[in-house]
């Protein structure tokens, strides 16, 4: 990553500098994850896609009692092209999962297991959270570290996992993979004094809510406040409101792991998770890419850029701000 442009569009599409990184347990150590950065960042700002993995080894999916239903269930579906369109445009990083959310979810934090899928169960010495805790929620509901069970489908394994397996999932991807997020977020903030995260994800299609005619296609999570500065959510939700894009804050996704893990907002670093309506992007079935897909990353790039002149100026780059402006 080289100092700041000025522009907040690239002028032309350059090549893009590529590092995997990570392992794949099971699948000749494919990596986990690549991460890729223009030769010269136009935005101080970071896209991650977690959830789009299809990295499947067979192993795995003949141990799925469902493998394609679970598939199109846990994964945020076709959301790295989303991810890929937006850095294209914008000149944006980019990190990309590749290790299926089936195997492990980056959105939890390493301790948020449901141990009555592991063989032999809690290991002595492990502790267990407090019955109130967030994640000890999460896994007894199922979507915990490694994915147990899903609403209306039940159970998603064949069987325990071996807890030889879960260690090389947790060193092999999800330390990996958040190890990376932070050394990029570090490298950012460092070259422009501010650096933000934008956690992409996908979501079935909502209601809308009571009093409003539209249900939203866009909800934007700051944990309330916590992982990024007000301003970036202001701007965000006046940016969207302006052309008339249906978007809500932190109901019903507030974020989770990812952005209370890497938001730290007082140290120059924010995080926001997006999570786009699948019906935007995808076909009828929410399974391949739809004709909206186009149109969707047009709105994610152009977001993308004010965002990322806010970030700019909360770093102290004014002339960013300007440009986008």
């Known amino acids: 990553m080289s100092p700041p442009s000025r522009s907040s569009r690239p002028a032309s599409s350059p090549v893009r500098a590529s590092l995997s990184g990570g392992f794949v347990p099971g699948l000749n150590d494919a990596p986990a994850f690549t991460l890729t950065t223009p030769p010269r960042m136009s ?104 994915p147990r069970r899903l609403p209306g489908s039940g159970e998603i394994w064949r069987g325990r996992l071996a807890p030889t397996e879960l260690d090389a999932r947790i ?80 109901r019903p996704y507030s974020g989770g792991y990812v952005l209370d893990r890497h938001g730290k907002p007082q140290a120059g670093v924010h995080a926001m998770q997006i999570e786009v309506c699948r019906a935007t992007y995808l076909d009828r079935q929410m399974a391949e890419p739809g004709p909206g897909l186009p149109a969707v990353a047009a709105q994610l790039a152009a977001l993308t850029r004010e965002l990322g002149a806010e970030t700019a100026l909360l770093g102290g780059n004014e002339g960013l701000r300007q440009a986008a402006e």
Do not use: K
């Open 43 to 146: 935005l101080p700002v970071l896209v991650a896609v977690p959830h789009a993995g299809r990295a499947y080894p067979a192993a795995i999916t003949a141990r799925m009692r469902d493998s394609a239903l679970a598939q199109l269930r846990l994964e945020d579906r076709h959301a790295d092209r989303l991810g890929v369109a937006i850095a294209r445009e914008t000149g944006a990083a980019l990190l990309v999962a590749h290790a299926p959310r089936a195997l492990m979810d980056l959105n939890r934090a390493e301790d948020d297991i449901d141990w009555d899928m592991i063989e032999g169960g809690r290991p002595e010495g492990v502790m267990t959270s407090e019955l109130g805790q967030r994640s000890n929620a999460r896994a007894r509901s199922g979507l915990g570290l490694v």
């Open 171 to 250: 060193e092999g991807i999800h330390r990996a993979y958040h190890a990376a997020l932070d050394a990029a977020l570090a490298q950012i903030r460092a070259e422009w004094g501010a650096a933000l995260l934008i956690d992409l994800h996908s979501m079935p299609p909502l209601r809308p809510a009571d009093g409003e005619a539209r249900a939203p296609v866009f909800v934007l999570g700051d944990r309330f406040g916590a992982s990024c500065h007000t301003a970036l959510m202001g701007r965000a939700l006046t940016h969207l409101e302006t052309r008339g894009v249906s978007a809500a804050q932190n």
